[in-house]
């Protein structure tokens, strides 16, 4: 059973930075594609950035590109989301998702993430807010 735990969320000022983590555990993360979504209060739970299983794919929200940059370290079992420039509207509670990557098969692709319905397995969320 695959489990995520994310961490590094926080209070920020607009304009800083903050970095979040995502640990992998239960089987190997080279197998499986990370996002990372976020949900604000009364919204929708929405793409931010993705990454394939041993990270040569890569794509961004366009509310986020130039500013926020995924990442992983797969023998950490690590996921991170470098988040730079940080607005008001960044306020939201962040989750990691994993989805299996069948060999042969792109699940993620520099232009293409699959909605929060296909990933099966998400984390508790960490809880950004932007406010001075």
């Known amino acids: 059973q695959l489990q995520l735990v994310e961490s590094g969320g926080g209070l920020v000022q607009p304009g800083g930075s903050l970095r979040l983590s995502c640990v992998v555990s239960g089987l190997p993360p080279d197998f499986y594609a990370i996002g990372w979504f976020r949900q604000a209060p009364g919204q929708e739970r929405e793409v931010v950035s993705c990454?394939?299983?041993?990270?040569?794919?890569?794509n961004h929200a366009n509310s986020v590109k130039g500013r926020f940059t995924i990442s992983r370290d797969n023998a950490k079992n690590t996921v991170y989301l470098q988040m730079n420039s940080l607005k008001p509207e960044d306020t939201a509670l962040y989750y990691c998702?994993?989805?299996?990557?069948?060999?042969?098969?792109?699940?993620?692709?520099?232009?293409?993430?699959?909605?929060?319905?296909?990933?099966?397995?998400w984390g508790q969320g960490t809880q950004v807010t932007v406010s001075s």
């Open positions: 998702a994993a989805l299996e990557e069948p060999i042969g098969v792109l699940v993620v692709t520099a232009t293409y993430t699959p909605p929060p319905d296909k990933w099966p397995y």
């Open positions: 990454i394939s299983p041993r990270g040569e794919l890569t």
